[in-house]
């Protein structure tokens, strides 16, 4: 039985160099790093002003966003050979993740109603990149189960040709998802928000009278 150890190509969205944490079968490997980027203003005008002037470029879409998570795909294919033929013997997938988030400089100085609604807002941020990230883990873990239950073909440049057309498709439906994650998450702004707003207000008050 020989080897052959090659590298698995998978679409890059964007780099990432994480601390790694895995599942007990080392097989697919991930990371995750959260990080942030500072914001000013004084007022609800300004802080919305400073976070299209300062949050991340997406590249997609030529903006800056309130908050992005960068995805990067990767990982090896081990190939073996039986009978004749070639066949994937190990895949190890893995997958990179870095949330970026806002972090408001003036948050303690700030008024009730404005901290009120930072807090919300930066809640939805954090819950809506966390969502990308794990939209992500489970293609990743898709992709490694679909990629050890190839079949084997006539050679490895066949088998290496196979790999590489899985992992595409892979990608590509997370890719769907994750655009249809952020549609349906835009779709429903206002209306979340509205909600998530009046739920931390009586939050408060309920808080107010206890004490």
């Not at 303690?108 to 109603?113: E, F, M, T, Y």
């Not at 073909?153 to 769907?176: F, I, L, T």
């Not at 994650?181 to 309920?206: C, G």
Request: hydrophobic residues 40%.
């Amino acid at each position: 039985m020989s080897r052959l150890h090659i590298p698995l190509r998978a679409a890059l969205v964007a780099l990432l160099v994480g601390v790694p944490f895995g599942n007990a079968s080392g097989e697919t490997l991930i990371s995750k790093r959260i990080s942030y980027f500072s914001i000013g203003g004084r007022t609800a005008a300004e802080l919305d002003k400073a976070l299209s002037a300062s949050g991340p470029m997406m590249k997609s879409t030529g903006t800056r966003h309130p908050g992005a998570t960068r995805i990067k795909f990767g990982g090896t294919v081990t190939y073996v050979s039986r009978d004749d033929r070639c066949a994937v013997g190990s895949a190890k997938v893995t997958l990179n993740t870095r949330i970026i988030l806002p972090r408001w400089k003036y948050r303690r100085q700030a008024g009730r109603d404005l901290a009120l609604v930072w807090d919300t807002l930066a809640s939805d941020i954090k819950r809506h990149e966390e969502r990308h990230a794990e939209i992500a883990r489970i293609h990743a873990r898709q992709m490694e189960k679909a990629l050890l239950s190839l079949k084997a073909e006539d050679s490895c440049e066949r088998m290496q040709a196979r790999v590489a057309e899985v992992s595409a498709e892979e990608v590509e439906r997370h890719d769907k998802d994750q655009a249809r994650f952020d549609r349906t998450e835009a779709a429903n702004f206002d209306r979340r928000m509205i909600r998530l707003l009046q739920y931390r207000l009586e939050s408060l008050k309920k808080n107010a009278k206890t004490r």
